[in-house]
């Protein structure tokens, strides 16, 4: 657990020391030839906005993938694989990449509709929300699951999206869809959580490939349980209630 709480506890603190960008604007002309440039080696994928960066002649750009490159003016050359560190004057480290990236994952899921997720809300107060991409056959989606009722004591609330490890031919998205096609989806899901005997029924259009994609796409999902946090912090793997009562401060 070690190993997945201190770089939780790290980020955490990353977050609270950068606090808002105040950057210049992108001269119109600048960001048009980045992103051309960009677009002309890799018409494959996508670029986002043209951005300063904290490094005089660097401009910052994240691509389909959610990296960070950081391009000179004419677009012909860019940093590319490792995260921008600022050292801030009393020594403390700040990730300016890591930060970004909580951030866009704060709007990808803002983006997301509730009721495409399968929620376990508390009887009372909701005092915290925690996203979490999960599939039915790993030992430790089964674990967490097992805390619910803990959690939803605590008035942590968790929104279930979708995420087949085995991709989406396989047996693991048949029982997804299972759960989320069915009339109680929460029931079901726990059910088959539980190792129940559950019928499949595969409904059109439910949301589980779009999950799917958006865990690979967005948040770079590896392995299940993946939990983010409402700051857009991540964590790869299972937590225990007490650790992610810490972690979100409640």
Not at 26 to 34: G, R, W
Not at 227 to 246: Q, S
């Amino acid at each position: 657990m070690m190993l997945i709480k201190k770089p939780l506890a790290l980020a955490g603190a990353l977050l609270s020391l950068l606090g808002p960008a105040a950057l210049a604007e992108v001269d119109a002309e600048v960001a048009k030839t980045i992103k051309a440039r960009l677009q002309a080696g890799n018409p494959m994928s996508s670029y986002g906005e043209v951005r300063e960066s904290p490094i005089k002649g660097l401009y910052e750009v994240v691509d389909g993938n959610n990296n960070s490159l950081f391009v000179t003016a004419d677009g012909s050359h860019f940093i590319f694989g490792g995260d921008l560190i600022q050292v801030k004057s009393d020594g403390e480290f700040t990730n300016l990449s890591e930060e970004r990236r909580a951030s866009h994952r704060v709007e990808a899921l803002g983006a997301q509709n509730v009721e495409d997720m399968i929620v376990f809300s508390p009887k009372g107060k909701t005092k915290a929300r925690i996203y979490v991409f999960t599939d039915v056959d790993c030992g430790y989606c089964r674990k967490l699951h097992q805390d619910m009722p803990e959690l939803n004591r605590r008035g942590i609330e968790v929104r279930y999206l979708a995420f087949p490890r085995a991709g989406l031919q396989s047996l693991g998205y048949r029982k997804l869809a299972t759960a989320w096609c069915a009339d109680d989806s929460n029931k079901t899901l726990t059910a088959l959580k539980n190792r129940e005997n559950v019928p499949l029924n595969v409904c059109k259009d439910n949301p589980v490939a779009a999950q799917f994609k958006l865990g690979n796409e967005t948040f770079g999902v590896r392995g299940t349980p993946t939990i983010v946090l409402e700051d857009g912090r991540v964590a790869p793997g299972y937590l225990p209630p007490a650790t992610l009562v810490k972690e979100m401060g409640i």
